[in-house]
């Protein structure tokens, strides 16, 4: 699975049976996919990322 133009999500099983092997591949890339997007949403939410560098748009400016 490719995310992000960059990301590469690859997991592999090996068993006498194919729908095992599909099973235990599914559930291997869920994990690496919720680590991922864990990853990037707390990257995101970081307070001070987003505060520095960036006006507050908390207050309007007025025009008289």
Known sequence: VSAEHKHDFVATSRT???MT????V???MEQQLR???E???????SVGSRQ???PSEAAPETSE
């Open 16 to 18: 006498d049976n194919l």
């Open 21 to 24: 092997a599909i099973d235990s």
């Open 26 to 28: 599914v559930e291997k």
């Open 35 to 37: 680590k991922y997007k």
């Open 39 to 45: 990853k990037v949403q707390t990257r995101h939410r």
């Open 52 to 54: 520095q560098g960036a």
